[in-house]
């Protein structure tokens, strides 16, 4: 039998499609929404595998920038919006990793890695953000005058015009932004709101002036260090440390990785969708496409992520049935549903998952 990958965007590099990005977005390779025609093998000709959809609800692919809410995670640790949509921990029994996520990314211990001149910051369209080679990190708002101050000292010979007491206002700006530790939800918007709006007033203030942008560039240069000065990264040190999330080398992640993962895969971070916002948030387009007519049938990979498989698959059909404006069916089944668990040697599928509200396939 076969079977479609996932069709939500992936992982610009991803062989497979597992690695979602964006659940709510097309995989690029698809195309338009509007061209969605998938097709089972010709022996389901007459059944839903006609226009089914491979969907996987556990988890996320985060090795890419176009992952808004992990992004933005790493953005605003726990004061983001979509802090809750992941399970991590923010206490730790380590205390350097307290309100932090950690990143085990790199190929050489971190101080190795600094001091090659790996990391790097760059600026663009009034934010700053982290390089490690193809990896991109977002600053955090709150930390961005760790350069800016920089910049403002470049800018000693202008104290007399309009942009630098602009300049100077932003940075007063950033002081008053709530902190990346704020749970306060009435705080949280409020950080949400005004660290966009402090980005597009850097951003207007260098289109206008081109000698912030020149000061804000020369600033960046000298956080950034120089190769063979290891005292030249300290200030790139400094910055790293007040964000939201930990570099550390990848050996050091079976010991101390502080959000839950697809079994150890370092790139895939688990999302809570037991949570219903968060699985709302994940299901908005399958659920379109149910009502529309263009999905008639569903594969759900690994049920095993799930913190609750047996309730999540009653809420799916439950929602399809409201999406398809029909009275879910006495037997539970308002779409045609197929869970798929890999198993080897002597592994069994547990009873609760081999529920006849479900067809099961399985792999051996």
Not at 65 to 93: C, H, K, M, T
Not at 96 to 108: A, M, Q, R
Request: charged fraction near 30%; charge should be neutral; include cysteine.
């Amino acid at each position: 039998m076969l079977t479609p990958r996932p069709i939500s965007r992936r992982g610009a590099e991803s062989l497979h499609g597992y690695d979602i990005t964006d659940h709510n977005k097309l995989n690029a390779a698809i195309g338009m929404r509007a061209k969605i025609t998938m097709r089972g093998s010709p022996s389901c000709t007459r059944t839903a595998w006609d226009r089914s959809l491979d969907f996987v609800p556990n988890h996320m692919g985060i090795n890419d920038p176009q992952n808004v809410w992990w992004q933005d995670v790493l953005e605003n640790g726990a004061s983001s919006l979509y802090a809750p949509y992941f399970d991590i921990d923010w206490r730790p029994l380590k205390t350097d990793l307290h309100d932090k996520v950690l990143l085990p990314i790199l190929g050489d211990q971190y101080g190795r890695v600094l001091e090659r001149g790996e990391l790097r910051v760059r600026f663009d369209s009034g934010s700053f953000s982290l390089t490690y080679f193809d990896h991109v990190f977002p600053i955090a708002p709150g930390t961005y005058r760790y350069i800016l101050e920089l910049a403002l000292e470049n800018l000693a010979e202008f104290r007399d015009e309009d942009f630098y007491a602009e300049f100077q206002s932003i940075l007063t700006a950033l002081e008053y932004l709530p902190r990346r530790t704020e749970t306060d939800p009435e705080r949280i918007k409020e950080r949400a709101r005004e660290k966009e709006i402090i980005k597009k007033r850097l951003e207007r203030r260098c289109a206008e002036a081109p000698q912030v942008q020149r000061a804000i560039e020369k600033a960046v240069e000298t956080i950034n260090g120089h190769i063979g000065d290891p005292r030249s990264f300290d200030r790139l040190d400094e910055l790293l440390n007040a964000q939201s999330y930990r570099l550390a080398f990848w050996r050091v992640a079976a010991e101390e990785i502080n959000y839950r993962r697809f079994f150890d895969v370092n790139d895939l971070a688990a999302i809570r969708v037991e949570l219903p916002e968060v699985f709302d948030a994940a299901h908005k387009l399958l659920f379109e496409l149910v009502a529309s007519g263009a999905v008639t049938g569903l594969r759900i990979d690994h049920p095993d992520g799930l913190y609750r498989p047996l309730e999540y698959f009653e809420k799916l059909q439950l929602r399809c049935a409201k999406a398809l404006r029909v009275p879910l069916p006495k037997d539970g089944r308002a779409i045609y549903l197929i869970v798929e668990k890999i198993l080897t040697g002597d592994g069994t599928v547990a009873a609760k998952l081999a529920s006849p509200r479900h067809h099961r396939l399985r792999f051996c």
